[in-house]
């Protein structure tokens, strides 16, 4: 073997691993999680305080979620820090909330500001890792109950589009169109809404013919532009 040529030889280009920043105030909590998930995930996590440009350069490009802590902070507070603008470009970057009150009913606010998924107070620790890889994935990370609320329920607010959307499906559509988005199995969904797996096909098979798409993820991806 000519020893110069395999000194010569390019060392491939893998992608970069994504990343998860958390971001909050609570610095105990916040290494600690950042450290269950590193161990968890095989991926690398870190904390901050506040959201900056400079944490999350270059994030866009390897791809990343931003975990940010609620904890004794007003979502409105939230919100401002991820519309810095230039500042702050999340641009390629999944977000996620966790600390988030059950209770407090921000679901459908949550949602509409395109934010991938919530961890409540009362969550085990254990769905973190779940939760994490499951959003990186490109899956949207909500209960059945929040996702079913917000599909069924036409609220105020919703565009002309949207509800044209909306319109095209069934009530049943709309209910195994909740299990997709919420990750749920074929067989889950069956065994939810007390079907037969072969019935759920059938479903799917007339919702992705309706909305124009041929997998989970595109389902998921049209559930959040237009519900």
Partial sequence: MDVKAQKGKETPDFPPKPRVLIIGPNALQNELLARFLEKET??????????????????ASAGCLLLLDCRGT??????????????VNTT?????LFNLDAHAGREKEVM????HGIFY???????????????LDG???????????????PGTGRTASSLAAADILTSRE??????IAS??????IASDLSISPHTVRTHIYNIYKKINTTNRLQAMLWVAKYL
Avoid: Q, T
């Fill in 74 to 87: 007003e979502l409105g507070h939230l919100w401002a820090m991820i519309e810095r603008g230039p500042a």
């Fill in 139 to 153: 899956e949207m990370w909500y209960s059945r109950k929040a996702l079913s609320k917000r599909i069924m329920d």
């Fill in 42 to 59: 095989g991926l690398p996590c870190s904390f901050r305080p506040e959201l900056d440009g400079n944490i999350i350069s270059g994030c």
């Fill in 121 to 135: 107070l009362s969550d085990p620790l254990d769905m973190f890792p779940r939760g994490v890889r499951a959003m």
């Fill in 92 to 96: 390629g970057c999944r977000i996620a």
């Fill in 112 to 115: 509409d500001r395109g934010i």
């Fill in 183 to 188: 990750g749920a199995s074929n067989e889950d």
């Fill in 174 to 179: 709309k209910e195994i169109l909740i299990g």
